[in-house]
């Protein structure tokens, strides 16, 4: 049986997800700008991009003390998403 504080807890976690799903919808919408700029399948992978992304992420990770092995993780996983997203999405003009 899971205890009553354990619950209140979980409410505000469920609360947080909901706010992460309005992140990505708006995230979602800024990729698909950007996919409409690409001209070449090629395109879509910018390495240097990502890599400057991930550095950003580690150093500010790092000065709001945040798990950085959970957070690189986190953005590895959302950009692999993206990436897939956007080879899903491409039009050619």
Do not use: C, G, H
């Amino acid at each position: 049986m899971v205890n009553k504080n354990t619950i209140k807890i979980r409410k505000k976690l469920d609360k947080l997800d909901n706010s992460f799903l309005s992140l990505i919808k708006k995230r979602t919408l800024l990729v698909d700008q950007i996919l409409k700029n690409k001209r070449f399948k090629k395109d879509i992978i910018d390495r240097k991009r990502i890599s400057l992304i991930l550095k950003r992420i580690k150093s500010k990770s790092k000065k709001k003390k945040i798990d950085q092995k959970i957070t690189k993780r986190i953005w590895v996983s959302m950009i692999n998403a993206y990436i897939d997203y956007e080879y899903r999405n491409f039009k050619k003009k």
